[in-house]
């Protein structure tokens, strides 16, 4: 069992893998697929479901969202060891965002595309761009901390040693 000084040098010259831990891509690849299937899914629960390019905008919202919430937890908790997590990639945090994410967020992001649809495509193609991203980053952190989860350290349930 390395010490932390061998595994912290280990970690930062790239070994990441060897010491069971996602990189930064596979995080952002994961977070991106979770973030433009939640936005196309969650569309789709919308009163009036979004159409063409709407849609499009709305999945594309989703995979950027879910690019940069899949990056947040290691914005918040930085990366420069194996023993970084702690409450911002716990398994509390993230039920409360996924929680969140299902009863407020979804809902949100469909009642300000209904609430502010216009005759401007392009206007209805930006609030489904915005919607989606919303919708997407929650879903990217989640996708985040679920990763980290099936590694040998896993996640705290709700800050580091607990």
């Known amino acids: 069992m390395p010490n932390n000084v061998t595994a912290s040098i280990a970690f930062q010259t790239g070994m990441r893998h060897q010491l069971g831990m996602p990189c930064r891509d596979e995080h952002n690849e994961l977070g991106m ?17 979004p159409t063409g390019w709407d849609l499009v905008a709305r999945i594309v919202g989703g995979l950027v969202g879910g690019g940069f919430g899949s990056r947040l937890p290691d914005v918040f908790e930085p ?23 299902v ?4 809902p949100a992001a469909n009642a300000i595309c209904e609430r502010n649809a216009t005759t401007d495509p392009g206007v209805n193609a930006l609030q489904n761009f915005l919607a989606g991203m919303l ?4 879903a990217g952190y989640m996708s985040h901390t679920v990763a980290d989860a099936f590694t040998p350290r896993g996640i705290p349930l709700l800050t580091r040693n607990f």
């Open 79 to 101: 990366a420069t060891s194996p023993h970084h997590r702690s409450t911002m990639h716990s398994a509390v945090v993230t039920t409360a965002i996924s929680v969140g994410g």
């Open 103 to 106: 009863r407020r967020v979804i």
């Open 33 to 49: 697929l979770a973030g433009g299937l939640t936005a196309l899914v969650s569309s789709l629960s919308a009163p009036s479901p």
């Open 135 to 138: 919708v997407g980053t929650a």
